[in-house]
């Protein structure tokens, strides 16, 4: 286990994950064809051709997916209850096949849950090429163990 507790997160603290993703066209094809997702932008060439792009664009909610895997071990892994949401989604510069991606996440906001035995923290995640233009951004809210109520 490697993530943080509730109190081990402080507020303005950017973690910036070691792990980075080049994503290939293999890896678009699977996510789309396992979500069902069968938009030509991301799986037609000739299409995507013809497009401002002028290539195929890897999946938003792939990329989106792929950085909250990459964050995990440095926040959340074995000291989660939930992830409860994800807000204010942004993919402002579209991700290629060959992209290499990179993660950091910052915390925004923590509290305490009422009955005091967990906590809720708020992290922004951006998602940056390895041109370190920003391909995606979001919200993450998660529902986080303190150290004394976490099962031994």
Known sequence: ????????????????????????????????????????????????GETQFDERLVNGLYTMSLAVGISIPETTD??????????????????????????????????ETSDGERGIVTMRVEVHNQDDDLVCEFERTVLSLKREHAEA
């Open 78 to 111: 074995g000291t989660i209850v939930a992830n409860l949401s994800y807000d204010d989604v942004e993919h402002p510069n579209p991700v290629f096949h060959g992209d290499t991606i990179r993660v950091q996440s910052t915390v925004t906001d923590k509290r």
């Open 1 to 48: 286990m490697t993530g943080l507790y509730y109190e081990e997160f402080t507020v303005g603290e950017t973690i910036e994950h070691e792990r980075r993703r080049t994503i290939s066209e293999s890896d678009n094809q699977r996510f789309c064809d396992m979500t069902m997702n069968q938009q030509p932008l991301h799986l037609d060439a000739e299409f995507a």
